[in-house]
Structure formats: C-alpha cells, structure tokens
C-alpha cells in the first residue's frame, strides 16, 4: 500500500505542470491517519522513487 502511495505521488509531481504544492498537500491528508513508523517508510519510498 505504501509503495502504491509513494509511487503515485513521485510520478504526479514529475508530470509536467503538477500543481506540487496540491499534491503535497493532499498526500499529507492522506497519511495523516498513518502511525510514525508508517510515515518514515513512505519517506523512505519516495526518497527512492525520486532517485530512479
């Protein structure tokens, strides 16, 4: 599940004429209800996914 939001949110913002800042926010909406742990891992994810 944390992978499929992660991955989601890289290719979003890589898309030409991505709103970041709605994108950002609506990320951070989502995983508001993720414990800390959570939240680290999907840091992790995106950390990588950004890096490809």
């Not at 004429?17 to 999907?42: D, F, P, R, T």
């Amino acid at each position: 599940m944390l992978d499929k939001i992660a991955y989601d949110y890289v290719i979003a913002i890589k898309e030409r004429g991505a709103n970041v800042a709605k994108i950002k926010q609506e990320l951070s909406e989502k995983v508001k209800k993720y414990s800390e742990e959570e939240k680290v891992k999907l840091r992790e994810l995106i950390q990588k996914w950004l890096t490809k």
